[in-house]
């Protein structure tokens, strides 16, 4: 049994003004009777005959303080669990998302610590021959300890619990857990630790009993909920970027915040006082001058949200307070044509004067390679006719290749004549794009391979997307000079969103930028050293198993700065999320189809002793009542 | 005449007279008939004529007939003497009427008909110890000195009813009634100075006072209780049991004080002070049976 806020007992302190109030007020009525001779005797008699008779004058008093004690012990809200049968099976489900990382009011504990220390009272309160087991409950459930009985080990676990990333997958956790409680002895359960922080109603299947542990109190707390940097170049400032934040106060009162714009691992570059209203999003707009370094990459744009004194008490979740995107790309992106790239390809780069186009041919990029094995081509490569036999490290485009095979994609022969009948309008590159009644005088349909279809034409497939660890490749069967394609505003639409593409790809270092403990995913050849700094300063290593590994890093919001070789590489982690940032206690919990399930409602769910003691409350207060009401009658 | 008595209520007194169940001798001749002989006209018995005797009481016509000489012997006729034991304690001063009020007209009543019918009545009030006692005397026209000597009792401190009995013991009293009116609550109990009493040849008549409110006490809330004598304070909720336990408590007190004069086949009468004190006294001296 534990008290998920124990300063509210210090209501208790009411019971001294309580007593000395009804002592004061205790002033009997003095009666003058001839003799008390028989009185005392008639006290004897009645207290003979209920031995509690002294108490009846100070029934008042004790009812009343038993009144507030409950209430003192209710708002402290007790929780726990009682003892399990021998045997019994716990599966214990955490919630790990980044709101779990909210601080308590007095700033000393965050929820996960509340639920670490729940979790160790329920260890201790294991039954002879029974286990516990943990599983996480982030973005996708994860068991971070197997059914065991050894405190030393759960202890461990326990201590390692913390926030891994945003979301939290209650259900398949549960699902999960219950899959570990297949043929569970009886008095199994799933114990559910949790915020409640989610909005929408979550549904909890099992066959054993469940019982949802709310932790954490509603703190005020400021967010920013979104993040952008696009570039809005102009002649005077080439370099100009629209830096656009969204910042929510998640509390009843407002407040005056500072919002910080700077270049990370550089100085400030725009910086505004903003006035908070509760619960009302707010978009700030700044703008900043964000040319590339000296190696010609882009920076990355550092937001932070302040208080007017720094030094006063922190957040109460540092998570939200700080995001990170990349500035728009380098202002000139550079393309590498490779071969002889076709009239209406060309002329749409040129349009773009933030492309920079260099013209090559395969061998002399095989010359390059051969001469400075660890530089690559930086940029996005156009292949016309010939393609290599491996994609380049970066995003490329194949157009109208004249082999049978591209990068293990077939291609069939050549058909006369084909229309473009459907396109995927949902993949980024055709984004505003439309290819209706575009007709193609010569292509080679894409098959097989790992190709994922783009464009369709009736006589197969004209346009493929292939991606491979660090890029992607855009397949053109057709030659768009042979095509009504480039008569179409599309096509340049079609160019830019490609070349767009490769700016964000190669802002990013390589790296996708994705949320808050999503694992660095780092291409690197076997057995290269991968050497990661988190934006804490703290450092972990490791060493490259296969083609891609999958790095685990901690969930911190900001720029990992990650370095295999010589090549330097950035993964951005950010929050941003109004649903993790909102710290109140929204989650409806349903029990479905379990037998001797509890039933997890808003108010059951919280499975607190508080409503027990609040139900002894009123039980006493009726009891005063009567008392009250009935004291003296005849 | 004093305000003790009603004056119709003196007029119903005035054909009655004071009842004893035991013959005790008197100091002069009375009315009354005495455990010795005497020269009334009342026959007693015949006894053998002894040298010295009075020749004039010979029964001539008892010679005739047995030849022998014997005595005609009378019932002599004593007055009787009366004790009025009036209860002063600090308890008798509550009610209303008071209690001290009730037991003064019991003994003003009792006095009335005991100096009208000659009878030998002297008064005591009585708290801790005896105290403003009237020496005892007879005769009609002493009943305004008695009722004076009433209306000047006040209530004193508290009860003792053994340490006022042996007091009057030790005045070594011709036997006679002794009229006890008092309300009993006495914490050493009237057992004892009852039996006394008794033993001493005595007849105790008991006159057991209660207030209307000691009958029926008033409901209310957390009340402190003080004890007019003592000072003594207890502490009660009068609530509905309460009041049942003391009402227990009081019929039981009642019943035993009863049950302590029939056994000795001793007057006892209960006087409520609402109900007046016609009851009592007339009770008694028309020899009902209590």
Redesign the interface.
């Known amino acids: 049994m534990g008290l998920l806020s124990p300063a509210s007992l210090a209501w208790l302190a009411l019971l001294a003004p309580l007593v000395a109030l009804y002592v004061l007020r205790r002033k009997h009525q003095l009666r003058v009777v001839g003799s008390t001779l028989l009185w005392e005797r008639a006290v004897r008699d009645l207290r003979a005959e209920r031995p509690f008779q002294r108490l009846i004058p100070y029934a008042s008093l004790l009812l009343q303080a038993s009144a507030l004690i409950l209430a003192a012990l209710a708002l402290a809200r007790p929780s726990g669990v009682g003892r399990l049968p021998d045997g019994a099976r716990v599966v214990v489900v955490v919630d790990t998302s980044a709101s779990m990382a909210i601080r308590s009011g007095d700033g000393r504990s965050t929820r996960i610590d509340d639920a670490r220390d729940a979790i160790r009272a329920l260890a201790e309160a294991l039954p002879s021959g029974g286990t516990l087991s943990l599983v996480e409950a982030s973005d996708e459930p994860t068991v971070s300890l197997a059914p065991t009985r050894d405190p030393a080990e759960i202890r461990r676990a326990i201590a390692a619990l913390e926030v891994r990333g945003v979301g939290a997958s209650i259900e398949q956790a549960v699902a999960l857990a219950q899959e570990r409680l297949r043929d569970a002895p009886s008095g199994s359960r799933i114990v559910v630790f949790t915020d409640g922080g989610t909005d929408e109603a979550t549904t909890l299947r099992a066959e054993v009993p469940i019982e949802v542990h709310r932790v954490g109190t509603e703190v005020p707390n400021d967010a920013i909920v979104a993040l952008d940097v696009r570039a809005r170049p102009s002649d005077d400032h080439p370099d100009r970027a629209e830096i656009f934040a969204r910042v929510v106060r998640f509390a009843d009162a407002p407040a005056a915040r500072w919002i910080v714009a700077s270049l990370e691992g550089g100085g400030v570059l725009a910086s505004r006082r903003v006035e908070l209203e509760p619960r009302e999003p707010l978009g700030v707009t700044m703008l900043a001058d964000l040319p590339p370094d000296a190696e010609g990459r882009p920076g990355f744009v550092r937001v932070t949200l302040s208080r007017d004194d720094p030094a006063g008490a922190a957040d109460a979740l540092a998570l939200d307070d700080v995001a990170i995107a990349p500035s728009p790309a380098a202002s000139r992106l550079p393309v590498f044509l490779v071969g002889d790239a076709p009239a209406s390809l060309r002329r749409a780069l040129l349009a773009d004067r933030d492309v920079e186009p260099y013209r090559t041919t395969l061998e002399a990029i095989a010359a390059r390679a051969a001469e400075a094995p660890d530089l690559e081509l930086d940029g996005l490569v156009i292949y016309t006719g010939r393609a290599p036999d491996a994609p380049p490290r970066g995003d490329a485009l194949v157009v109208a290749p004249t082999t049978d095979r591209v990068f293990g994609v077939a291609l069939g022969a050549s058909e006369e004549g084909a229309r473009i009948v459907s396109w995927r309008s949902d993949d980024p590159r055709l984004r505003f794009v439309s290819l209706s009644d575009v007709a193609l005088d010569s292509m080679r349909p894409i098959r097989g391979g790992e190709a994922r279809a783009l464009v369709e034409t009736d006589r197969g497939v004209a346009a493929a997307s292939l991606t491979h660890p660090s890029g992607e490749v855009t397949l053109l069967g057709f030659d768009p000079d042979r095509s009504t394609l480039p008569e179409r505003p599309s096509f340049v639409i079609l160019v830019r969103n490609l070349v767009e593409r490769a700016r964000a790809h190669r802002a990013e270092g390589g790296i996708p930028s994705a949320r808050l403990g999503v694992p660095l995913r780092v291409v690197a050849p076997e057995g290269t050293e991968i050497d990661v700094r988190a934006p804490d300063g703290g450092r972990s290593r490791t060493r490259a198993r296969s083609g891609v590994s999958l790095v685990t890093i901690p969930a911190i919001s900001g720029a990992f700065e990650v370095r295999v070789g010589a090549r330097r590489l950035v993964g951005l982690r950010n929050l941003l999320s109004a649903e993790e940032s909102d710290p109140r206690a929204r989650a409806r919990f349903i029990t479905q189809g379990g037998e001797g399930a509890d039933v997890a409602g808003q108010a059951a769910a919280t499975r607190e002793a508080w409503v027990y003691v609040a139900l002894a409350l009123l039980l006493v207060l009726a009891l005063e009542a009567l008392w009250a009401t009935r004291r003296g009658a005849t | 005449m004093s305000s003790l008595l009603e004056p119709a209520f003196l007029h119903r007194l005035s054909r009655l007279h004071l009842v004893a169940r035991r013959r005790f001798l008197g100091g002069s001749s009375g009315s009354r008939r005495s455990s010795r002989r005497g020269a009334s006209a009342e026959f007693a018995e015949h006894r053998p004529y002894y040298a010295g005797d009075d020749v004039r009481r010979i029964d001539w016509n008892a010679y005739a007939r047995l030849e022998e000489l014997v005595l005609r012997l009378f019932v002599a006729e004593d007055d009787l003497s009366l004790y009025l034991l009036v209860d002063r304690s600090?308890?008798?001063?509550?009610?209303a009427p008071t209690?001290l009020e009730i037991a003064k007209q019991i003994a003003a009543a009792l006095a009335f008909v005991g100096l009208s019918g000659s009878e030998r009545v002297a008064v005591f009030a009585f708290d801790e110890t005896l105290s403003m006692a009237t020496p005892a005397t007879r005769g009609r026209r002493r009943i305004g000195a008695v009722l004076r000597h009433l209306d000047a009792i006040t209530a004193g401190s508290s009860t003792s009813l053994s340490r006022a009995v042996d007091a009057l013991l030790a005045q070594r009293p011709r036997p006679g009634l002794v009229a006890l009116i008092s309300?009993f609550?006495d914490?050493e109990g009237f057992e004892r100075p009852i039996d006394r009493l008794l033993a001493r040849g005595f007849e105790p008549v008991l006159f057991h006072v209660i207030?209307h409110?000691?009958l029926d006490p008033e409901?209310?809330?957390?009340?402190?209780?003080?004890?007019?004598?003592?000072g003594?304070?207890?502490?009660?909720?009068?609530?509905?049991?309460?009041?049942r336990?003391?009402r227990?408590?009081?019929d039981a007190?009642c019943a035993e004080l009863e049950g302590h004069a029939k056994k000795r086949g001793l007057f006892y009468a209960r006087a409520e002070t609402r109900l007046g004190i016609e009851g009592a006294v007339l009770g008694y001296l028309r020899g009902e049976a209590r």
């Open positions: 600090a308890s008798l001063a509550f009610g209690k309300d609550l914490p207030a409110e000691e409901p209310g809330a957390d009340v402190v209780l003080v004890d007019s004598e003592s003594h304070r207890v502490e009660v909720s009068l609530d509905a049991r309460a009041i336990a003391y227990a408590r009081l007190f």
